[in-house]
């Protein structure tokens, strides 16, 4: 008798005929191909229709792989004939991916090296045509219509899951909307999660009308997703069959060339098939496969599978079932204990096998309406699934023909229904594992927000987020003493009205004066006081109602407010330490500052007072002519204590960060003029410059420039022999810069004093050997425009370069 694979997708009859009805849109024609004398492909043919999924199947060696790359253009056909539309296919790869076939291969053919937009844009770049912000954008478009997440495509692929990876070239095989997708093992190497997260998005494409070709050695998979099975064996088509209309074993009969074993073999290979797929299926999937399985060991067309629960309303509760009557599903869906129950209910309170050989003449079913034997449920029977702490439900089979329960069938439910028990029991285990997990996890990423780089000034509501979602509450709430309540929701903003409650809740705890220990408060909600500097804050969470509320919700925010205290008291004592650090560097600028003012003030102020005590000699008469003199020196010298003035206050605004300039466009060569004619008559005359060709202007301050070029070319004249000629040069280098030079053939600045020469004070240095302030300032005035100043090596004279960036730092152009 043939039997529908439980699980798979059952095509209605109408499409059915309109897929048989279509024309195929890809046809494989007579190919063949040798590897010298191994014959791999003998005379294949195949049609794939549109719209239609055709799986190719065989065993290692079969060929599919070979069949693959002829149809895809990567290998020749020795002989036959491959035509999409019915128009024959020539040249390679590239012009059948241009008539609309993409194929994804078992290697995936990625780059581990690239990002995952990089890979998906692999082959096709358009990178000329598209910004970044345009091709993410495009990205997101592309996973959000397929429904998948591929993690994060700004890291290299190569630090991907295989599930992420497949999903990428998944979807790079997507993006031209392909005609036809070839899948050559999509599944192969990934784990359970991520198979059906293939699996998904395969049944999303296939809903949207994609054709496909999948080639696949998991016949579960197969048997799920195919419209038509393609077998090959020895490099030769043997069947086409439909998933509807054969076993497993069929199929894997035709690949192999075996005949079908016997009965207690097939049991044997549905049980070791059934383990398969329990160990690679998740939890919620387990119970429909066992019952499937079931169905198809005990030739059994309805079956179904009651867990008992409790609460207000003890009962049993259909947790799977097949091939049951629409009334039949309603009629069972909610079953008492005990014999109101019907055999279900009997065998879960007896804990025995119940059979019922005929439901038309037994009490089980008078209480059932409507009754099993109205809906063809002529027979029925009930097993106890038996879990560590008792029974925890029962397997109900219905029979359409009166017919008693065999002594093989009994040993069989109870086989099944252990592997049922012990499903049960792993989902069980595995959602608490998973629920400690999930807390452990919250902790750990509101830990590593904490801890990161923004801590609680950027990262405090990202860690509430992280916390509310690790909760599943409706929203999260911190209230810090002399600050605003911080409310945040799952997306980041709190539902309507959560507000109000967490503020009651705060209260609440405050009013109760517990520190430390997390408790449940108001209708729906947990939080916990917690001691900060300041005062005292609260963490509080709600979810609406007391049964939303986790058995690890009260621990989790009790360790999460331990985690925000000791991370406000960093804060608070970071804080700290940079106010002192603060202070003590405000105190050594002003040591420094004194120190300067001490050094380089002494002299011009004892000349000032010399002259002035002399000319204030009572004994002593000056004439005119000397008095003058002694005035010009005194003004001389209360000019130059002017400029030491000048350069202290800029060498402090230049150490603390604070120089200020007034940038506009300036002509560099009308800069060097106006410094140049600051100086004595003898400086201007020896220097020489040496102008660009056309104007060059610069974003700059020109009288800061000013001051720099006056320092520079002044110190060149007096640290030269009188005659000796100056040269300053502009000439722009690369784009957006220029090089100006001022150069000396003077006798040069010796070694030891050319490695500290920009320092801006040299204790034991005099300043006529070029140590002073002068340079310091100059390279601050120089840095603060985004340029550098620095002394070439000469082999005579001295050589100063000034580097200067020409447009805004803004600027982009």
Same mark, same amino acid.
């Given at each position: 008798m043939s039997r529908v694979r439980p699980g798979s997708r059952l095509l209605r009859r109408q499409d059915r005929q309109e897929l048989t009805a279509s024309p195929a849109w890809l046809k494989v024609r007579g190919v063949s191909k040798h590897y010298g004398p191994l014959q791999v492909l003998d005379s294949v043919s195949l049609e794939v229709r549109p719209g239609e999924l055709v799986a190719l199947v065989g065993e290692n060696g079969a060929g599919k792989s070979t069949l693959v790359k002829c149809i895809a253009g990567v290998l020749p056909a020795d002989v036959g004939q491959v035509l999409l539309d019915s128009s024959p296919l020539g040249g390679g790869p590239t012009s059948r991916r241009a008539a609309g076939l993409a194929v994804v291969w078992q290697d995936l053919s990625l780059c581990d090296n690239l990002d995952g937009i990089a890979n998906l844009f692999l082959g096709r770049e358009r990178w000329w045509l598209h910004g970044e912000d345009d091709r993410r954008t495009e990205v997101k478009d592309l996973f959000a219509r397929l429904g998948v997440d591929p993690g994060d495509t700004s890291r290299p692929v190569g630090m991907l899951s295989g599930g992420q990876r497949q999903l990428i070239a998944m979807a790079r095989a997507l993006l031209d909307n392909p005609r036809l997708l070839i899948l050559d093992e999509p599944t192969a190497s990934l784990g359970v999660h991520e198979t059906r997260g293939v699996v998904r998005l395969i049944h999303r494409l296939r809903a949207e009308g994609k054709t496909i070709l999948l080639v696949s050695h998991d016949l579960d998979e197969v048997f799920e997703l195919a419209d038509r099975i393609v077998v090959l064996r020895q490099g030769r088509v043997v069947e086409t069959v439909s998933p509807r209309e054969v076993h497993r074993e069929d199929v894997v009969a035709l690949m192999t060339g075996a005949e079908v074993g016997s009965t207690a073999r097939r049991q044997l290979e549905r049980l070791e098939s059934l383990v398969d797929q329990l160990s690679e299926s998740e939890p919620a999937a387990s119970l429909p496969l066992i019952v499937s399985a079931m169905a198809a060991a005990l030739d059994h067309d309805m079956l179904s599978l009651h867990l008992r629960e409790g609460g207000e309303r003890p009962g049993l509760r259909l947790a799977a079932a097949i091939g049951l009557p629409t009334g039949l599903v309603h009629a069972i869906r909610f079953l008492e204990m005990g014999e109101a129950g019907g055999p279900a209910g009997l065998a879960v309170t007896d804990e025995r096998v119940v059979v019922v050989e005929d439901t038309r003449h037994d009490p089980f079913f008078g209480a059932m309406k409507p009754s099993a034997a109205s809906l063809g449920a002529l027979s029925a029977w009930a097993a106890p699934v038996a879990g560590p702490d008792g029974v925890i439900g029962a397997v109900t089979g219905f029979g359409g023909a009166v017919a008693p329960l065999t002594d093989d069938q009994r040993r069989l439910v109870a086989l099944y229904a252990s592997h049922a028990a012990a499903a049960i029991e792993r989902e069980r285990l595995l959602d608490e594992v998973t629920g400690r997990n999930r807390?452990?996890?919250?902790?750990?990423?509101?830990?590593?927000?904490l801890a990161g780089p923004d801590q609680l000034r950027g990262g405090l509501s990202l860690a509430l987020v992280a916390l509310c979602r690790g909760l599943d509450a409706d929203a999260v709430a911190l209230e810090l003493p002399g600050a605003a309540t911080l409310v945040v929701g799952v997306e980041g903003a709190p539902p309507a009205g959560t507000g109000a409650a967490l503020s009651a809740m705060a209260a609440e705890l405050l009013e109760k004066g517990l520190s430390g220990r997390a408790q449940r408060a108001g209708p729906g909600g947990v939080g916990a006081v917690i001691e900060v500097p300041g005062g005292r804050a609260v963490l509080s969470a709600t979810w609406g109602t007391a049964d939303r509320i986790g058995p690890d919700a009260v621990g989790l925010i009790g360790d999460a407010?331990?985690?925000?205290?000791?991370?406000?008291?960093?804060?608070?004592?970071?804080?700290?330490?940079?106010? $002192?650090? /603060?202070? +003590?560097? *405000?105190?050594?600028?002003?040591r420094e500052f004194l120190i300067r003012l001490s050094h380089e003030l002494r002299t011009p102020l004892t000349a000032i007072q010399g002259y002035v005590s002399t000319l204030r000699q009572p004994d002593v008469s000056w004439d005119g002519v000397a008095q003058n003199a002694f005035l010009d020196r005194i003004a001389t010298e209360s000019a130059r204590l002017a400029r030491l003035v000048g350069d202290l206050l800029d060498s402090s605004a230049i150490e603390a960060g604070i120089l200020r300039l007034d940038p506009d466009w300036c002509d560099l060569a009308l800069v060097v003029k106006a410094a140049i004619s600051c100086l004595p008559p003898r400086? $201007?005359? /020896?220097? +020489?410059? *040496?102008?660009p060709a056309e104007v060059v202007t610069v974003w700059a301050d020109h009288d800061r420039l000013e001051q720099v070029f006056v320092n520079l070319i002044d110190n060149a004249v007096?640290?030269?022999?009188?005659?000796?000629?100056?040269?300053?040069?502009?000439?722009?280098?690369?784009?957006?810069?220029?090089?100006?030079?001022?150069?000396d053939e003077g006798p040069g600045i010796p070694e030891e004093l050319a490695a500290r020469i920009f320092e801006p004070y040299q204790r034991g240095v005099t300043e006529a050997s070029g140590a002073g302030l002068g340079l310091a300032i100059a390279k601050g005035i120089v840095e603060a425009h985004g340029g550098e100043l620095r002394l070439l090596p000469a082999a005579s004279g001295t050589i100063f370069e000034i580097l200067l960036p020409t447009d805004p730092p803004d600027s982009t152009g």
């Open positions: 807390l452990l996890e919250t902790l750990r990423l509101v830990l590593e927000i407010g331990r985690s925000l205290q000791l991370a406000i008291e960093r804060e608070a004592l970071q804080t700290a330490q940079q106010e $002192a650090d /603060a202070a +003590r560097r *405000s105190q050594a600028i002003q400086a $201007a005359g /020896a220097v +020489r410059v *040496s102008e007096r640290h030269t022999p009188e005659g000796t000629a100056v040269s300053v040069g502009v000439e722009p280098v690369g784009q957006g810069w220029l090089r100006i030079c001022i150069a």
